[in-house]
């Protein structure tokens, strides 16, 4: 809508002072046509707006203008005030920060507006912590945030997860990512897309060398990389299990990533049967042993080697206890 768009174009100037046509263009997705126009109209509508010709000319408002006009609509008034718990700003010492900001905007906001976002404040809390994570390890930020802000290399001492012993790195950052309550920093290490997990960092400190990041790679692009790494990383071993009708909504929270494909229909309806029979994929015999958790409740079919391995950890439980 052409309003929408003259307050945007109103507020860039606000924000950003003089900027060229073009700019302006580009960022509105507009012609530079379509600019010229719409900065007329601002001008008839009695907003200060003015142009300069030349190479170091531009769009601008007159010096000391400002509007109170958040150009906020209810429901964007309203989504700002949708944030996440205390704990993940606290982590950045922006516990204070966030606050003091939210009290600013809502004391720019139009009076209408006031009440829905004050009201969503208190009814709508999003916390990424999941359930029953135990005591939350004390993490310290601090370098890694200097490093990613001041774009300067990170040398890290870190415990790896599969083996527990600490590895000496020097990586690249591009950034840090807020997961499920779990913090990583984003970053490359000789030249290849790494995340290492803060609460396993040993210590951390900023180098005086300059970020040697890929050039044209942005901290979303390198984390969707990962994640997708994760994600599709192929599951070999073929599974087929049956499970008791009774253990299967369980059974399929906890499982609903190892599916070969999608449940089948109906499967959590009643049909009288005692035993519902599935199959999933995983990466490796050592990733089924989870499976062991519901007991009797829960049986490999296939493969026999699975089985065999799931029979033999059993053993030595059963084994541990007796003795």
């Given amino acids: 809508m052409k309003s929408d768009r ?8 606000q924000t950003h002072g003089q900027l060229s046509a073009t700019d302006l263009a580009e960022r509105l997705e507009v012609s530079v046509r379509t600019v010229f126009r719409d900065v007329e109209a601002l001008s008839s509508a009695g907003v200060p707006v ?22 906020l609509t209810a429901d964007e008034a309203r989504s700002l005030f949708v944030l996440l718990a205390d ?14 900001a ?3 905007v809502m004391a720019a906001l139009p009076e209408s507006h006031r009440d829905a976002a004050d009201l969503v404040s208190r009814r709508i809390l999003v916390d990424p912590v999941r359930w029953r994570t135990g005591p939350r390890p004390t993490i310290d930020l601090g370098a ?11 040398r890290l001492r870190y415990r790896r997860g599969e083996d527990s012993r600490v590895h000496d790195y020097t990586v690249d950052p591009y950034g840090l990512v807020d997961t499920a309550g779990v913090w990583y920093l984003v970053a490359d290490h000789r030249a290849r897309p790494r995340m290492f997990r803060a609460d396993r960092v040993v210590s951390a400190r900023v180098a005086d060398e300059p970020v040697q990041r890929r050039r044209g790679v942005e901290l979303a692009d390198v984390w969707e990389e990962l994640r997708r790494n994760i994600d599709e ?21 906890l499982h609903q990533a190892d599916l070969a494909g999608p449940p089948p229909p109906g499967v959590l309806e009643e049909d009288g049967s005692e035993w519902t029979e599935l199959e999933l994929r995983f990466r490796e015999l050592g990733a089924a042993r989870p499976l062991l958790a519901f007991g009797t409740s829960v049986e ?3 493969p026999p080697e699975l089985r065999e391995e799931l029979a033999r950890v059993a053993t030595d439980i059963a084994a541990l206890y007796r003795a």
């Fill in 50 to 71: 003015y142009s300069e010709r030349g190479r170091n000319g531009g769009i601008a408002l007159l010096p000391g203008f400002r509007t109170d006009v958040t150009g």
């Fill in 300 to 302: 490999v079919i296939s």
């Fill in 233 to 253: 990383a192929p599951a070999q071993l073929p599974v087929v299990v049956r499970v008791r009708r009774k253990t299967l909504g369980r059974f399929l929270r």
């Fill in 144 to 154: 890694l945030q200097e490093a990613v802000f001041t774009d300067r290399r990170l």
């Fill in 87 to 100: 704990r993940t700003h606290a982590d950045l010492g922006l516990g204070q920060a966030i606050g003091s």
């Fill in 6 to 13: 003259l307050l945007a174009l109103l507020l860039l100037l």
């Fill in 102 to 104: 939210l009290r600013k």
